[in-house]
């Protein structure tokens, strides 16, 4: 392994460039059930270590071009803002519940907000946002999860926010089709097995993207297709009535009467949003809308070639209302305006929204290690795709593979690691096996345990001898037996 002596988490370089009319909203508020038992109160899903870096850092990193960026957290965190000040930010004042700070790197602004208790989902939490008031009614909004991981820079992710003047919403989607030797798609089980990461049922849609017959120039900004479909697998395959029919799609006809419309399930919605001010507008006027992804933007593509004054609908601003802003009135529209999707390649960005996608996450990044910032003093091994972090130690005939040793951990004689994120302060005994698992701060295994698809909680202690697959292990749990995820 070679020595890293790059970058703590403040000189990473941006996957944005500059606009001045744009901010980035990142929602963080949701601890992550489908991390347990990695993620608790103490752990939220957005501080978990991406290669040495809470993930949410790595995250500012990637779009410290933004003129400011907003974070909003759960009413229950109390880590997020000194994560932040201790690695990378300085805090410049407060008011209640809302937090300023600066980003050291490019003194960029960041305002933390606390999310009240009544806030469900995120069309929730970007109204707590406009409430209060920080982000300009001009400004066009990019939603950003808590847990997106960008993984390597792609020229097109600026579409995002430099979008064409009529689009309403922009959504990013990933390709995540993959092919076998003989060019036959894989299933998703399949993907897994040939060490990539599949999705699971209820995270597979329909998406129809309707692709413009113009062809631009080369040399001017790609014009993106329209989302003329987006629905759940899950849904559009239900089989009610129990007939065993085959699933259909019903696009209604002014969706498609332009352009070329393709129709796949291996397009990944990363939950990132580029919003026009005239929507932000529209989440504060219709309060039934609980989620960005499955109430706003159904809506918005249902009524995309209708205009923005059937999108309002019955919550139509008031026309004679002198009190709201001026670009209230564009509400009025009937101008079709356009719900675009911007497609990029298969590991350019990802979520860590469950076990294996966090696994797959921290191997990609260290597979990048090359251009992405790694921890001050750290060991990487491009070849084996494995970083071992400062004060760590391991003994003789260690064998890592795709693998990460967190800070201060100890790691015995002959053990084997294959594909295994190892956090702080743990220590490992001799001949342990380890694969596809996740060891917590502060976790104890003694000598000769086999862990297979394992999770192995905060400051749990397993004794030697430990052989266990696909069981998840938490402090006060049955050692005998382990808890099921």
Known sequence: MKAKNSSSGGNAQSFFNTHPRVCGVILAGTKGSRLYPMTSADMPKHLLPVAGFPSILRLIQSLSNFPELVVAVSHQDNLTLDTLVKEA??????????????????????????????????????????????????????????????????????????????????????????????????????KAKKGGLGREEEDIEYIGLSYPKVKTSSLSPPVLPRIVLKESKLEVEADEDMTGSTAKLDIPKPRVHKGKLVIRTEWSDAHVYSLAPWVRELLVERKSISSIQAGLLPLLVSRQFRGRKATFGSSLPDENDENKDKQNSEAFSEKPYSVSALVLEPKTVMRIDNIPAYIFACKETVANGSELPMPTDSRWNGKFLSLVLKESKLGAKVNMKSSIVGTKCQVGSKCRLNNVIIMDNVVIGENCSLQNTILGSGAVLGNNCSLNDCQVGSGMNLPAGTKEKGESFMVGADLGVGDML
């Open 89 to 190: 930010c300085t805090l410049k004042d407060n008011t209640e519940d809302v937090w300023n700070l600066e980003y050291k790197a490019t003194e960029q602004k960041i305002t933390l907000v606390k999310l009240s208790e009544d806030c469900f989902a995120s069309a929730d939490a970007l109204r707590q946002v406009e409430a209060k008031n920080i982000v300009h009614p001009k400004t066009r909004v990019v939603v950003i999860p808590g847990d997106l991981v960008i993984l390597k820079r792609d020229l097109n992710l600026d579409a995002i926010i430099r979008p064409s003047s009529d689009s309403a919403c922009t959504t990013l989607l990933v390709d995540v089709g993959e092919v076998d030797e003989h060019g036959v798609p894989l299933k998703e089980s399949a």
